[in-house]
């Protein structure tokens, strides 16, 4: 999953950063609203982190103009403890959910997680598919009571194509999911992953269409 981190504070912006992509997200960071604006017209995100008070462009006004472009990316603000009416406000333009500085990490991780299910469309913290019992939060995938554990980018992966059963992935989109700005990509990545995740869940679990990308079937093999 990649996110937006929108951070004018260096000090919450590091620790955040570096939070987030030590539990897997591919996230990249700005630190002013105005970039955050052209950022998000130009790339799509699976979450955006949102600070309210920015340079430049404040973040209502940065929320503000996502949704008029009718993306439904979702949004957390990030807001002081005091700021009651512009959490109000940011609710009614359209955020997602907020969460109060200083927060708990625990908390943050928490509601990234339930905001990105709920964009999946899965109510559920844990899901089944293709006899296999998969669990976001630990990053699991059972199969008949096996824990079989994948690295980082395969479940980034498996969670990207298990969101949209049926729909296919090219190459160049799932990189765009799986890696920041800042991360280097070897030319077979993808292919390596792919190969990967096949071994341990089976080789029909990862189907390849020839020429176009790669995709789960839309009803279990």
Known sequence: MRLLLVEDDPMIG???????????????????????????DAQSYDLV???????????????????????RTPVLIATARDALEQRVKGLDMGADDYIVKPYEIEELLARIRALIRRASGRAEPTYEYAGLRIDPITREVLADGQAITLLAKEWAILEQLLARPGVVMSRKQLEDKLYSWKDEISSNAIEVYIHGLRKKLGPHMIQNVRGVGYKVPKSAP
């Open 14 to 40: 590091e620790s955040v950063l570096d939070l987030l992509r030590d539990e897997g997200y591919a996230v990249d960071w700005v630190k002013d609203g105005e970039l955050a604006d052209s950022t998000l």
């Open 49 to 71: 982190l949102l600070d309210l008070g920015l340079p430049k462009r404040d973040g209502l006004a940065v929320l503000g103009r996502l949704r008029d472009r009718k993306d």
